[in-house]
Every structure is written in C-alpha cells, then in structure tokens.
C-alpha cells in the first residue's frame, strides 16, 4: 500500500509538473482539433478544426488552427484561423481569445469567432470552451472539451452552437 501510495504520489507530481512548465509566460502553443458532436452541424460558427459534416443533402468541410502566446504563467492570447466550405460556398473563418490553464489542467477559454460569408448578415459568436489537459509528454496535451457559442448577430441566428470536441495542443 505504502508503494502504490509513493508511486501515485511520484506519477502526479510529473504528471502536473509538465503543465507548469509549457504554460510559463513567453512559450507558444498550437492546437488543431475537431467538433464531431454539434447540435447545429450546418450552422456556421467560427470553427478552426477540422471538421466533415454531411446532413439532407448538404455538405461542410472545415479545416484551420489556433497559435497563441503566453502572456502570463498559464494564460495565453489565442488567434484562429480556418476554411470553410458548404456546398458550394467558401468561407474564411476566425477567432480571437484568451485561454487559461489552472493548476488542475483544466482549460478554460473565452473568444470572439465567426466567418466571413460574403452577405450583409456575418456570424459572429462569443464562446466559452471548458476542458481538461491531458499530458502526453511534456509538449503535448490531448484536450477534450465541452464549448457553448452564443450568437451575437441575431440577424444571422438566435440559437447557440453546443459542441464536444478533441484538441491536440503543442507547446513550443
């Protein structure tokens, strides 16, 4: 017992260092990731993953990815950028945001994302993304998470975008 107890105890010491040191002030990281669960697939939020929706007929292709910069021990300046294609229609789509590591590995972020449609009427949406950091070496983490858009123009939707997805962050 007292050696199961050593080696949890010497397993989450690691486990948790890894965080600390990746997230320091001044490091980088680049995540790529997926939403394979949405309530509103179609719906044009402002994904940076990669992502292959089909439903009624209509297919949307997606593929991006987010950099951002540690401006603080565990708190980073997150920039997206992605592509989106339905049918025949291509978008470019974007976010902007900050995310934060606690001592637990546990992410959470707050952005702006959206995409540029070409109409008068541009989605834009606030999202709010929790998660957990798994660390599968010292500069990389796979990171489920659960993330809630919140429409900011109406004219374009009035209904939020729930999505689960998986993160593949490198720290640099």
């Known amino acids: 017992m007292k050696k199961n107890i050593t080696l949890l105890f010497v397993t989450l010491t690691t486990y948790f260092a890894f965080a600390q040191d990746v997230t320091q002030k001044g490091s980088w990281l680049l995540e790529l990731g997926t939403s394979p669960f949405q309530n509103n697939n ?39 950028l992605g592509y989106t294609k339905i049918e025949d229609a291509d978008y470019i789509t974007y976010k902007t945001g900050f995310k934060y590591y606690t001592k637990w590995n546990t992410p959470i972020q707050i952005d702006i994302n959206g995409s540029t449609t070409g109409s008068k009427v541009e989605p834009l949406w606030l999202g709010f993304q929790l998660g957990y950091a798994a660390f599968l070496n010292k500069n990389l983490s796979f990171e489920p998470t659960m993330r809630y858009n919140v429409s900011l123009n109406e004219q374009f939707s009035d209904q939020g975008i729930f999505e689960l997805n998986f993160n593949f962050v490198i720290f640099l």
């Open 42 to 80: 179609l719906k044009q939020g402002g994904s940076t993953g990669l992502n292959l929706f089909s439903s009624e007929g209509i297919t949307l292709f997606s593929i991006g990815a987010d950099a951002g910069c540690f401006i603080e021990d565990r708190a980073a300046l997150k920039f997206g």
